[in-house]
């Protein structure tokens, strides 16, 4: 199962990008689709498209998204040709798409809050460098405390660090 939203971003020149991104429930693995100031519905369709490519839709059975005018029936209908059903959360109720709701509050608060963001290339790389943190790096309380898909492995928690008992002499 894949949930979908948009997130603003507002610029130190006070330009409005809108972020486009995909969670998948299971793993809280992050897809970043896009970022533009002006997201149409045919833009919002292509990055499902682009989607597509990245070998997701082999995983998901259902997608989650709200009944904002930008998902139109063209992006509703990429899905349904992969078999994929679309659930539309009901209106006025955020609790119904709750994990990308929760990741919204998660990247502003340990990462866009903290940054001055300069433009779509600087906003663009600050994101895809705390995605890779986020889905590489950072444990999820719901998932065992685990990654979404650790880059190498982690030593169990329940193993006590190893002690090296070489002592390096200092060069004085």
């Known amino acids: 199962m894949v949930a979908c939203d948009f997130f603003t971003v507002e610029t130190i020149s006070l330009r409005r990008f809108y972020v486009l991104f995909f969670i998948e429930l299971e793993s809280r693995y992050v897809h970043l689709a896009g970022c533009t100031t002006n997201p ?21 059975r259902f997608l989650i998204h709200d009944r904002d005018s930008k998902f139109t029936s063209a992006f509703d209908e990429v899905f349904g040709s992969e078999g994929i059903k679309v659930i539309h959360t009901p209106i006025r109720a955020p609790q119904a798409n709750a994990y990308a709701e929760r990741f919204v509050r ?4 340990e990462c866009l809050d903290w940054l001055l963001i300069l433009g779509r290339r600087h906003l663009e790389r600050v ?3 705390y995605l890779a943190h986020y889905n590489n790096e950072r444990p999820h309380r719901t998932a065992d405390s685990r990654c979404s898909r650790p880059n190498r492995p982690t030593r169990p928690l329940n193993r006590p ?3 090296s008992s070489v002592v390096i002499d200092s060069v004085a």
Do not use: D, P, Y
């Not at 292509?46 to 490519?53: C, G, H, I, T, Y």
């Not at 998660?106 to 608060?109: C, H, S």
């Open 40 to 60: 149409t519905g045919g833009w919002v369709t292509q990055q499902a498209r682009n989607l597509s490519f990245s070998g997701v839709f082999e995983r998901m």
């Open 106 to 109: 998660t990247v502003r608060g």
């Open 127 to 129: 994101l895809r460098i």
């Open 161 to 163: 660090l190893a002690r």
